[in-house]
């Protein structure tokens, strides 16, 4: 499943995270590359355990906690915490890849498996012609570039690359995340359930229907969750 997410961020909270990043000194995108990666990967990064990384990661999580959108779609267990990319300049681009299956966080040693991949925009589509963020998958070729504040949700078994930047700069938080649901189909099933029993509540209230609608929600949930 392929899913935008927008007004992840408000515009203040928009504000402060591009402020803390821009300021900040960036590294070589190539220190969280695995083997493969790094034969594609031409890009700036900020370092993890920076202070700019750190009070932005904090932003991104806060707008996440708040998000019944992202919950609902990603049914998260673990997220990685939120790393932060720039393109532009000779550093404009990242080939085609497939993210690792795991990662693990090098200052806590916790294991992450990557069942969902996403990128939060905080550059706006004005400010840099390239950088679409393509997404090859079963629901075919995606060309992603998405508004400041806005967020892209896919599997991270896909084939995605960022396409060169050839004016501006795009920065960007991205992350992945290990949902309680790990099958790809599972997740979309209840996804579609869930928007539908809202949906069907917002018409018509707390019918018998939608009651025993909301239970088979949950009894899924209990039999494909790992919490």
């Not at 790094?38 to 370092?47: C, T």
């Not at 009070?55 to 915490?81: G, Q």
């Not at 967020?151 to 938080?173: C, F």
Request: proline share 4%.
């Amino acid at each position: 499943m392929l899913l935008q997410i927008p007004d992840v961020f408000t515009p203040d909270e928009l504000a402060r995270c591009r402020s803390l990043v821009e300021s900040a000194e960036w590294a070589d995108g190539n220190i969280t590359a695995g083997t493969q990666s790094a034969k594609a990967k031409n890009n700036r990064q900020l370092p993890e355990d920076g202070e700019a990384a750190r009070a932005a990661r904090t932003l991104v999580l806060d707008a996440l906690s708040r998000s019944a959108l992202f919950f609902t779609a990603a049914l998260p267990r673990k997220i990685y915490p939120p790393l932060f990319n720039r393109y532009g300049g000779e550093a404009n681009a990242f080939g085609n890849h497939i993210d690792n299956a795991v990662r693990t966080h090098a200052a806590s040693g916790t294991h992450v498996r990557t069942d969902l991949s996403a990128t939060l925009f905080l550059a706006g589509p004005d400010e840099y012609d390239g950088g679409e963020l393509v997404i090859e998958d079963t629901f075919g070729t995606q060309s992603v570039k998405l508004p400041a504040g806005h967020m892209i949700l896919y599997p991270s078994s896909s084939v995605h690359r960022v396409e060169p930047v050839t004016r501006g700069v795009r920065i960007a938080s991205f992350f992945w995340i290990q949902s309680m649901v790990r099958e790809d189909e599972r997740r979309r099933m209840l996804f579609d359930l869930d928007m539908a029993i809202l949906a069907l509540r917002e018409k018509h209230g707390d019918t018998a229907e939608s009651v025993r609608l909301t239970g088979c929600y949950h009894n899924l949930m209990r039999m494909w969750a790992d919490t």
